[in-house]
């Protein structure tokens, strides 16, 4: 995932058991949010010990996030 310099990470912080627990949280939150999400590994590059990955993702957001409400699949309100 790309972020922004200083932006929050989804509160996924934490070690051990606590950063589990976030990770398992967070997932099941994205799960709820948007029931037929698919993500298709469309491209990798490894340089060093750097590797990217482009991955779009699809699915319909059926709860509002961020102060917008939901989106169709083809990203239409």
Sequence with gaps: MLARPGRAQLGLAGTGAEAIRHVKDAIRDVHAAI???????EDTVEAGDTIWVRVPVRG???VGA????PLRADGAR
């Design 35 to 41: 029931p037929d999400l698919t993500f298709t590994i």
């Design 60 to 62: 319909t957001l059926t």
């Design 66 to 69: 961020e102060g917008h409400g």
